[in-house]
């Protein structure tokens, strides 16, 4: 029995269904995220196989819409593609940005502008059919404003360099500190390179990152968490959205964890900007 494969894919997680013609979709799981450009085409073709390692399924799917990140037109859907027709020999690929999979979802044939606030940020304008971005996106090293990599960057810094508030940075040591490695000096470390090896060498360092953006979630009450959130929204909203608007085309959609988590504190810099927050959700995809 043929069928397809609808992937929403992001950075911290790839969300897989398994779509039947008659049925509609039978089957739906989640596994790592992987992104293009930060893997090879073998390696991501290792990954897509872990998730489906039968041999036999993979020759009857025929179909696969793989939105994810990483797959822009100016990053590397080619890649993304050559790899999921290695695994699904059989099928036709459609590969495109986890942007154009969340604004069909969220604003289908009307107009408006949508963005991602995840692992990654990022923000276009959709005219109904296609995305237009007034500002490229530049990754967690240089861009990514908001996002859970850009949290949790801020957020590592200034606990390396001993400025946190000391109750959270002894929470910071319980949760994250004692797994790192980390020995305390006071209020800083006896060395970093547990996390500098982490970060110039491990794998996925935005994924490490944003891992420790849900501590701001946790203890959002501190003022310390407040102004960094209300900072990283503020950031998202005048970098990414705010060159997207188009005239009266000022309602924005959003899908993402860190969109949803911190939802109120996006309303209010979008009423400061004179934006319509209209629709914040998880996930796009169902």
Same mark, same amino acid.
């Given at each position: 029995?043929?069928?397809?494969? !609808?992937?929403?894919? =992001?950075?911290?997680?790839?969300?897989?269904?398994?779509?039947?013609?008659?049925? =509609?979709?039978?089957?739906?799981?989640?596994?790592?995220?992987?992104?293009?450009?930060?893997?090879?085409?073998?390696?991501?073709?290792?990954?897509?196989?872990?998730?489906?390692?039968?041999?036999?399924?993979?020759?009857?799917?025929?179909?696969?819409?793989?939105?994810?990140?990483?797959?822009?037109?100016?990053?590397?859907?080619?890649?993304?593609?050559?790899?999921?027709?290695?695994?699904?020999?059989?099928?036709?690929?459609?590969? &495109?940005?986890?942007?154009?999979?969340?604004?069909?979802?969220?604003?289908?044939?009307?107009?408006?502008?949508?963005?991602?606030?995840?692992?990654?940020?990022?923000?276009?304008?959709?005219? %109904?059919?296609?995305?237009?971005?007034?500002?490229?996106?530049?990754?967690?090293?240089?861009? &990514?404003?908001?996002?859970?990599?850009?949290?949790?960057?801020? !957020?590592?810094?200034?606990?390396?360099?001993?400025?946190?508030?000391?109750?959270?940075?002894? %929470?910071?040591?319980?949760?994250?500190?004692?797994?790192?490695?980390?020995?305390?000096? %006071?209020?800083?470390?006896?060395?970093?390179?547990?996390?500098?090896?982490?970060?110039?060498?491990?794998?996925?360092?935005?994924?490490?990152?944003?891992?420790?953006?849900?501590?701001?979630?946790?203890?959002? &009450?501190?003022?310390?968490?407040?102004?960094?959130?209300?900072?990283?929204?503020?950031?998202?909203?005048?970098?990414?959205?705010?060159?997207?608007?188009?005239?009266?085309?000022?309602?924005?959609?959003?899908?993402?964890?860190?969109?949803?988590?911190?939802?109120?504190? !996006?309303?209010?810099?979008?009423?400061?900007?004179?934006?319509?927050?209209?629709?914040?959700?998880?996930?796009?995809?169902?």
């Amino acid at each position: 029995m043929s069928v397809s494969l !609808l992937v929403d894919g =992001g950075g911290t997680s790839v969300k897989w269904f398994v779509r039947n013609p008659e049925l =509609g979709i039978v089957a739906q799981f989640r596994v790592e995220g992987m992104s293009p450009l930060y893997l090879t085409e073998d390696e991501l073709v290792e990954k897509i196989r872990e998730a489906f390692p039968l041999e036999a399924f993979c020759q009857e799917v025929l179909k696969v819409e793989y939105y994810g990140t990483g797959c822009a037109a100016d990053q590397a859907p080619w890649r993304m593609k050559a790899a999921l027709q290695r695994v699904f020999p059989k099928a036709d690929i459609v590969v &495109d940005s986890d942007m154009v999979g969340a604004a069909r979802v969220l604003w289908q044939s009307e107009a408006g502008v949508v963005g991602i606030i995840g692992t990654g940020s990022n923000a276009g304008f959709y005219d %109904g059919k296609t995305i237009t971005y007034a500002r490229p996106s530049l990754g967690y090293l240089l861009g &990514d404003e908001g996002s859970g990599a850009w949290l949790g960057r801020h !957020l590592l810094r200034d606990w390396l360099y001993g400025v946190l508030p000391p109750v959270l940075a002894e %929470g910071m040591y319980v949760e994250y500190g004692i797994a790192l490695g980390l020995e305390p000096d %006071g209020n800083v470390f006896k060395s970093t390179e547990p996390v500098m090896q982490r970060l110039f060498r491990g794998e996925r360092p935005n994924q490490f990152l944003a891992s420790f953006a849900r501590f701001l979630w946790y203890h959002i &009450d501190h003022p310390y968490c407040q102004k960094l959130v209300m900072q990283g929204m503020e950031a998202y909203v005048s970098t990414l959205v705010c060159p997207n608007v188009r005239g009266a085309h000022n309602g924005l959609k959003l899908v993402g964890s860190v969109a949803e988590a911190f939802q109120h504190q !996006l309303q209010e810099v979008c009423e400061h900007h004179g934006l319509r927050l209209l629709d914040v959700r998880k996930d796009a995809l169902p």
